[in-house]
Structure formats: structure tokens, C-alpha cells
Nanobody, 124 residues
């Protein structure tokens, strides 16, 4: 069992930055690939980024490539999402997710555990 708790969301102006963090419980955090997804009302959950269990491999949605960076610290059981050059269309609830595998995937069904989400609002 893995419990995930996101933090770091908030309100920011377009062009600004936010850093989301996800803290995981459990001793086997390093055995999970981690992902970030986001969701707006009435829409399906959308892939943002994922990172392999070692942190050596990352993958991004085209919409955030070059602006967002995913990272992890297995010693601290955390995964982060650094978001720069934010746009109003980045406004969403952001979720971190854990997948019991070495590699991440870009669809929600591949993940086994989810956090409760944190709201990110980007004003124009």
C-alpha cells in the first residue's frame, strides 16, 4: 500500500512558476514509477509527466515539454513537478500517482495509487 499526498498548488500569474511535491508513505517507494496527471471539470484526467523508479528516465506531454520538470528523491520518498512559464491552460487539479513497475505510462489506468490532488490556478 502506498499513500500519496500532494502539496504546493496555488494561484500564480501567467509566466510564473510553481513547484508541486508529492510525499509517499511506505518503504518501497523506489519500486514505483511515478506520474503526474491533471484534470479540469468535465474533462478526462490528462497525462503530464512520468519518471522511472530510479529517476533515470522521464517523459512529458507535448503541452508541458520544456516548461515542466519531474524529479524524485528516493531517500525522501518524494516526487516533484517544477512548473515554469505557466499558462492559463495549465489551470487544473494536479494528481501524483504511483505505478508498481519500473517505467511509467501516460494513461491513468496504468497507475495503482493516487493522491487527493492539489489545485493550480494560473491567471492571465
Amino acid at each position: 500500500q502506498v499513500q500519496l499526498v500532494e502539496s504546493g498548488g496555488g494561484l500564480v500569474q501567467a509566466g510564473g512558476s510553481l513547484r508541486l511535491s508529492c510525499a509517499a508513505s511506505g518503504r518501497t517507494f523506489s519500486s514505483y514509477a511515478m506520474g503526474w496527471f491533471r484534470q479540469t471539470p468535465g474533462k478526462e484526467r490528462e497525462f503530464v509527466a512520468h519518471i522511472s523508479w530510479t529517476g533515470g528516465s522521464t517523459y512529458y506531454a507535448d503541452s508541458v515539454k520544456g516548461r515542466f520538470t519531474i524529479s524524485r528523491d528516493n531517500a525522501k520518498n518524494t516526487v516533484a513537478l517544477q512548473m515554469n512559464s505557466l499558462k492559463p491552460e495549465d489551470t487544473a487539479v494536479y494528481y501524483c500517482a504511483a505505478r508498481a513497475a519500473s517505467w511509467g505510462e501516460n494513461y491513468p489506468g496504468a497507475y495503482d495509487y493516487w493522491g487527493q490532488g492539489t489545485q493550480v490556478t494560473v491567471s492571465s
